[in-house]
């Protein structure tokens, strides 16, 4: 049989969530590679191998089922929400472009998922209804600097953003400091989601005006997302939506 | 029966981008309502009243789907790819928050889609790797001057950008600047993607160096990706595979 890898997105927890062409992928696989946590997600069955492995080895993994493809296999690589956000369709490119020439004849698709950060706007309302950007808190493979540049000007343009790994164990400190940066440079009340796990038994969404959000307030499994200066909040017995108008003459 | 509102993205085109939670969501309505195309794309059948409407109407639309679910009845507004990013969703909560207070009671849910960047990354390979922005190119709602600081500000962030509704038949001079700003503004060789109609039979991606893009290639159903200025082009017998680098410092 031919050898195929399928890059594709599991969501952002529910089942649900998963379009039917990514379980298509899944049924047909011959081998399932990815990060433990969401290679948990995929039912094992006779004649799937699944090949979960740690964090921090994407280059790996991906050079993994390259060449599992390259032998035959049908190989679907999992990430959770959306593959070529901030997860494995980059590292996977990566590795085909340092690879052998050969792999570039190798059959790949993208499957996409809903990403994180759209999964938690639908749960808080449209927060990111206008114009936006979306920013990986994680300075392991950027610098400081550079995260604190894209944050000056993304709040200068006036983008609603959107934060992913907003705080690692290993470096609470990145966090604590573009809450600062954010608090000193809008200098106003405009909300901010914190949004854990959404759509899994753990969801837990907090809604607060941007004085009042705390480092402690997001963990590994939480995305972040800052309202724009116009981002409105409206209050409810249900809950608060916030959501950012359309218009921006309104 | 209690009324609710479910607002929902119906993915790219294809019916298999398309979740089990909003399958679910279609099966239980009892009344669908959205611009015609998209309506279209929900299959008629007894118990459910469709109200196609036109363009520029959204917050009648919203109003519309709001009473009806105030009235009892099971309300999907649709959109396509995510209800949430330059849809639906801010329009019905626009609504909500200016009319009548008994509203804010009603059971509204925003279910997510695969929006259109999403889908066209995929199909172009993983241009949104790193962090990126989205930007609607449509000036009916906000001043042509505001676009282009965004536009200035995204290029010095180096984000990649990712932009909604590039050129409309009625101001097609908008999209005509949008690349003089780029080309003069990033003055290099990156990558542009112009993908049309993914994941539908009128598909077609092309991907030019961003002196090489016109504005001729975009048409409504175009969604156009940046790249930032590390995004690669891996040249391939099968088509280019265009991403971003999970680092900034290799």
Not at 88 to 102: I, Q
Request: charged share 20%; with cysteine; aromatic share 6%.
């Amino acid at each position: 049989m031919t050898g195929w890898v399928r890059i594709v997105g599991l969501g952002p927890g529910a089942q649900d969530m998963v379009t039917a062409q990514v379980q298509d992928a899944l049924a047909q696989a011959s081998d399932v590679i990815g990060y433990i946590p969401y290679v948990a997600r995929v039912a094992p069955r006779a004649g799937l191998t699944l090949h979960p492995s740690d964090n921090r080895v994407e280059l790996d993994r991906a050079r993994h089922a390259l060449a599992l493809a390259a032998q035959g296999r049908q190989v679907v690589v999992v990430s959770s929400g959306d593959p070529g956000v901030f997860a494995m369709a980059s590292a996977v490119f990566e590795a085909l472009e340092a690879g052998p020439e050969s792999w570039l004849a190798l059959d790949i698709e993208v499957q996409p998922g809903i990403t994180a950060m759209l999964a938690a706007a639908a749960r808080a309302g449209a927060p990111l209804g206008h114009d936006f950007c979306a920013i990986n808190l994680s300075d392991n493979l950027k610098p400081w600097s550079l995260i604190e540049k894209r944050l000056r000007l993304a709040v200068e343009a006036d983008f609603a953003m959107a934060f992913y790994n907003p705080r690692s164990r290993s470096r609470p400190e990145g966090f604590v400091r573009t809450l600062e940066i954010l608090q000193q440079a809008c200098n106003d009340e405009r909300p901010v989601i914190f949004a854990r796990a959404v759509s899994t038994p753990d969801e837990d969404i907090q809604v607060v005006p941007l004085p009042h959000a705390t480092p402690e307030m997001a963990d590994m499994r939480t995305v972040v997302i800052v309202g724009a200066s116009n981002t409105r909040v409206i209050p409810r017995a249900l809950g608060p939506i916030v959501y950012t108008p359309r218009s921006v003459l309104s």
